[in-house]
């Protein structure tokens, strides 16, 4: 004797009511939408800051969503969307070994020199 279990979620009816099929059993080719990073610059002048990220057919498309889902209310002036599959990082693991040769010059580090008062934010 053996069974076979059909699971069934809200809004899913199995055969028994009103004859509908089961489509929680059929097959569907679902083709995933790749994923974009957004940045978003929001006054002129600044850096694009990293938002968040969403899925897009295009990079038009990609655009469209961001200013609807990170600009609703005029944060931004600008928006960059990169797909995620072109975005290469350093391992944190390996910071030590990548930053080292920074640690040895320490003419890059701006402690030697003295500042006027009137130089603020830097």
Do not use: C
């Not at 897009?56 to 960059?80: F, K, L, P, Q």
């Not at 580090?109 to 003295?114: C, L, Q, R």
């Amino acid at each position: 004797m053996s069974f076979q279990l059909h699971k069934l979620y809200y809004g899913d009816y199995g055969e028994s009511k009103n004859g509908a099929a089961d489509i929680s059993t059929q097959q569907t080719n679902k083709v995933e939408w790749p994923l974009w990073e957004v940045f978003i610059r929001s006054k002129q002048g600044l850096d694009h800051k990293h938002v968040g990220s969403l899925h897009a057919a295009d990079a038009a498309m990609a655009i469209e969503n961001a200013r609807d889902v990170y600009t609703r209310r005029m944060e931004g002036v600008s928006i960059w969307v990169v797909e995620s599959k072109h975005i290469h990082a350093s391992n944190p693991d390996e910071a030590e070994a990548l930053y080292d040769p920074a640690n040895d010059k320490a003419y890059r580090h701006p402690t030697f020199y003295d500042l006027p008062d009137e130089v603020k934010y830097m």
